[in-house]
């Protein structure tokens, strides 16, 4: 079965702080992870899949198979970054883009 | 373009009453999807069609109909809509899997059923 887990409802940090949103996904076969974002007020998005190796926003995340952990990384929060951030996973497997996503974890920056 | 829409962006309805859900894309997309976003438990899938003419059930498909009108249009039906039902929903549409496996989320409908 497949499964997405984010372990903080919350993350609250200052402005400047180092930023860690943490996402571990249960599957058998190969997982294709994303990162997505809501903003207050707006539609979910697409912020970086694992397989572009991408940086964006300042966000980065790498999959390491072997703790089967996709977590999203910034150096330095910015209070832009207050959101609510979802991890999901598509199995490689199936054949088709289904996406099983986590509880998500609410970002608040404080300045 | 204006990518996924939604309508209505809320509706109130009392215990029994039925209602559908509209979506619609643009991008020429041949998978639509609905989730449902509740406190908690994150997006969870409701249905999901891979292409034109077909549905299949998601994670929680229980009280909901789907029709995949055309290509474009994707509707969600609450029968007999309970107050398990209130909840955030959003349609989301994906491209084709040579090209990307993003999905692409409309505004969501806020329902609350009484």
């Known amino acids: 079965a497949q499964r997405v887990t984010q372990p903080e409802k919350l993350l609250s940090v200052f402005k400047g702080a180092p930023v860690e949103l943490k996402c571990n996904y249960s599957?058998?076969?190969?997982?294709?992870l994303f990162w997505y974002v809501q903003y207050s007020r707006q539609r979910l998005q697409l912020l970086l899949r694992?397989?572009s190796r991408e940086s964006i926003k300042g966000f980065t995340a790498d999959l390491n198979k072997g703790e089967t952990s996709f977590h999203l990384k910034k150096p330095f929060a910015q209070e832009e970054d207050s959101a609510m951030y979802y991890c999901?996973?598509?199995?490689?497997?199936?054949?088709?883009?289904?996406?099983?996503f986590g509880t998500g974890t609410r970002l608040l920056v404080s300045p | 373009n204006a990518g996924v829409t939604q309508t209505p962006k809320f509706q109130v309805l009392k215990t029994g009453q039925s209602m559908t859900l509209q979506c619609a894309q643009d991008?020429?997309?041949?998978?639509m999807y609905w989730y449902r976003q509740d406190p908690g438990m994150g997006l969870r899938l409701i249905y999901y069609?891979?292409?034109?003419?077909?549905?299949d059930k998601g994670e929680v498909p229980n009280g909901y109909n789907v029709s995949r009108l055309n290509k474009r249009e994707f509707s969600l039906r609450l029968e007999s809509a309970a107050p398990s039902q209130t909840s955030v929903y959003f349609c989301?549409?994906?491209?084709?899997?040579?090209?990307?496996?993003?999905?692409?989320f409309g505004p969501g409908t806020r329902l609350t059923v009484t």
């Open positions: 069609s891979a292409s034109e003419g077909t549905t």
């Open positions: 989301a549409s994906g491209g084709a899997r040579a090209v990307s496996y993003e999905q692409y």
């Open positions: 999901a996973l598509r199995g490689v497997n199936t054949g088709f883009q289904k996406l099983v």
């Open positions: 991008m020429n997309h041949n998978s």
């Open positions: 599957y058998s076969g190969s997982p294709e």
């Open positions: 694992h397989i």
